[in-house]
């Protein structure tokens, strides 16, 4: 594995209007976010794409929301440097006074943009999150962030950077990094391991969502994900073996089997502003456990705690968590 590294951000809001969300709200934040540093920081908003811009290649909206390369071999589209995580469950409804909690994850030196985050919070709390809200006027629901907190998703460490009351952002704290990834994974079991998908993860084989947890398709699109964006936002060592270890992997996971399939499918919708359309990013949620030789897998399975996996995860989808 390569030298990516994450950094991981705890947004703590406090409720002003009440608020409701829809089940898995991380599309809602992901494009609350989107129109938040576009409105703040694009200085051609007349062009109607980010690729139809002559800025995007300086362009920090580009980057952040809609990084383009010309020369990528899969087309201009390249993984997003960020994931949403939203706040987890289903539907609820948060009353004013009530605390709001949700999280962003951006990878390698991404990071150094995210003050464009930070100074783009007064329009993200102005826009407001969720249905409309009857007793509101038909608004959404308003929020404020009070405190942004560093943390360390492994070994649990997290520190203040940011508050309301004080306008300057320390620099990011913690990082995780591939040492501390190897470290996490060698403490797992060999035998038998338990992925509990906290939100919808869509897995997607021979162009159709698979309906049934299976091991061979996950690690199949871990190593997909983690080898594009180690390609982009890392060093890019190990790239040019990435073939050959997808190969070996492949052939190992077929002796994988799951023992214990607890997971279920959950329909979501995802509604795009600029299309004007619905579309669908429902997946599987719940426990799997998996058994066989995981010892080749244990430190790819820890990479995908913090990167996700599968369809749309930077809308939140594909967050999953390694159990004991």
């Not at 576009?38 to 929301?65: E, Y």
Request: glycine share 8%; aromatic share 8%.
């Amino acid at each position: 594995m390569g030298m990516l590294v994450t950094h991981h951000f705890l947004f703590v809001a406090k409720v002003i209007t009440p608020l409701e969300l829809d089940d898995h709200s991380g599309s809602a934040l992901r494009g609350n976010f989107f129109d938040a540093v576009w409105r703040r920081f694009c200085t051609n908003k007349a062009s109607p794409t980010c690729a139809d811009c002559p800025l995007h290649t300086l362009c920090p909206v580009s980057a952040l929301v809609a990084p383009l390369r010309e020369e990528n071999a899969r087309g201009r589209d390249v993984p997003r440097p960020y994931i949403i995580l939203p706040p987890l469950g289903k539907a609820r409804r948060y009353e004013p006074g009530q605390e709001l909690l949700f999280g962003v994850t951006l990878f390698g030196s991404i990071v150094q943009l995210f003050p464009y985050l930070v100074l783009s919070i007064p329009l993200l709390e102005s826009s407001g999150l969720g249905k409309r809200v009857t007793e509101s006027g038909k608004q959404r629901g308003l929020f404020k962030i009070k405190r942004i907190d560093s943390y360390h998703p492994l070994s649990k460490e997290r520190r203040t950077i940011y508050q309301a009351d004080r306008p300057k952002v320390d620099a990011p704290a913690l990082t995780v990094t591939p040492d501390q990834v190897r470290a996490k994974a060698a403490t797992l079991a060999t035998d038998a391991i338990t992925l509990h998908f906290l939100t919808p993860t869509r897995l997607v084989e021979q162009a159709h969502a698979l309906r049934k947890v299976a091991f061979r398709p996950l690690i199949w699109r871990l190593f997909e994900r983690f080898a594009a964006l180690q390609n982009e936002y890392g060093d890019g060592s190990g790239e040019g073996s990435v073939a050959n270890d997808l190969h070996q992997l492949l052939d190992l996971a077929e002796s994988v089997n799951c023992i214990n399939d607890g997971t279920a499918w959950e329909e979501v919708q995802s509604y795009s502003q600029r299309q004007k359309s619905f579309s669908p990013i429902g997946g599987l949620c719940g426990r799997a456990t998996f058994a066989g030789d995981l010892a080749p897998f244990r430190e790819l399975l820890t990479w995908g705690e913090l990167i996700h996996v599968g369809k749309n995860c930077v809308k939140g989808n594909g967050w999953y968590t390694i159990e004991a």
